[in-house]
Structures are given as C-alpha cells and as structure tokens.
C-alpha cells in the first residue's frame, strides 16, 4: 500500500459519508414531498456542494504523485473533507418528524437560516485550497488564491447576504462549473 492509498483511505471515508448525507436527505425529502416547499435554489445549492466533494475525490487521484505526506498534509485534507461533510449535512432541509410543523421544510427557508452554516463551511473548505494547491500541487501561490478568495467571498455574501441566496447560488454554480473544468 502506498502512502497516497494510506491517506486516501480516511479522506474517502469522510467524503463518502458527506455523498451518502446528501443522498439519504434526497430520500428522505421525496418521501415528506407533499409537505415541502421546493426552491430550486436550494436543491442547486445541494448539487454544488456534491460537485464539489466530487471535486475533491478527483484531484486526490492527482496527489498519488505527491510522495513526502507530512502529518500537516494530511491533516489539512481531512479537514478539507471535514468542511465538505458539514455543507452536505447542512445543504438541504431535514424532517424533524413534528406532525404539526412542516415548515422546516421550505428549502427557501432553510437556505436563508441553517443553510448559511453549510456556506460557512464550504468557506472553510476554500480556506484549506490554497494550502494544498501551493504546497502538494505546487501551484503558483497567485493561482492558488485567487480562485478560493472568490469562492470564499461567495459564501461570506451568502452568509451575511440571505435575501441574495438565489442569484448567488447560480453564481456559485457558475463558479463550481468553472472550478471542475480547470481541475478535471
């Protein structure tokens, strides 16, 4: 077993984790669907946050090539993947089971309140990328800023800005495509 295969192992796990609370709140929002209130912002929001996940599970490939691990390095990716496991907990609105309130699950609603906190922890998934870009890719440190500063941004105006959520969502999904395709 390589050292690349040895850290990839927890990284996976927790990314795995973050796939399946995406896809188990899908569920469990298709079998509430006649008391939810959809927004396609929200379920936007959700497919950007399984993009990136997605995102990350990709370029690990490319760090095989990476051969001094440091425990630093590999902190840092765990908790890369930690940030993305907490903006997919927090992506979509959860059933609470109470019969006599439905409201949790208006997805405009749930953006605009506990949504954010899967914004803040989307910008400290960005906080971690220039870390990684600069020093196991070794991306020149311009690069490896400027693109999480604009991410970052993103989720600071999501955060303190809810009555904007549905334009920067669509900004973030533009942003999201673009950060794909420079990584793929």
């Known amino acids: 077993m390589t050292q690349h295969e040895y850290v990839f192992v927890a990284i996976s796990i927790i990314l795995g984790l973050a796939i399946t609370r995406l896809l188990s709140s899908i569920a469990a929002l298709v079998r509430a669907h006649k008391h939810l209130t959809f927004h396609w912002a929200t379920a936007l929001w959700g497919a950007c946050v399984m993009l990136f996940i997605l995102q ?8 095989r090539e990476f051969s001094e691990w440091a425990f630093v390095d590999f902190f840092v990716v765990v908790i890369g993947s930690i940030f993305l496991y907490g903006a ?14 439905d409201s949790e699950l208006d997805f405009l609603a749930h ?3 506990l949504g954010r906190v899967s914004a ?3 910008l400290g998934y960005f906080c971690v990328g ?5 020093t196991l890719f070794g991306t020149p440190a311009l690069l490896s800023v400027i693109f999480p500063v ?5 989720m600071l105006l999501i955060t303190l800005k809810p009555a904007w959520f549905n334009v920067l969502t669509v900004v973030f999904a533009c ?8 990584t793929a």
């Open 56 to 63: 990350l599970w990709w370029v690990g490939w490319e760090l």
């Open 88 to 101: 997919a907990e927090l992506a979509l609105p959860s059933e609470d089971y109470d019969i006599t309130d």
């Open 111 to 113: 953006s605009r309140s």
């Open 120 to 122: 803040l922890s989307m």
């Open 130 to 134: 220039p870390y990684v870009n600069i």
């Open 150 to 154: 604009i991410g970052g941004t993103l």
């Open 175 to 182: 942003y999201a495509i673009l950060i794909l395709y420079l």
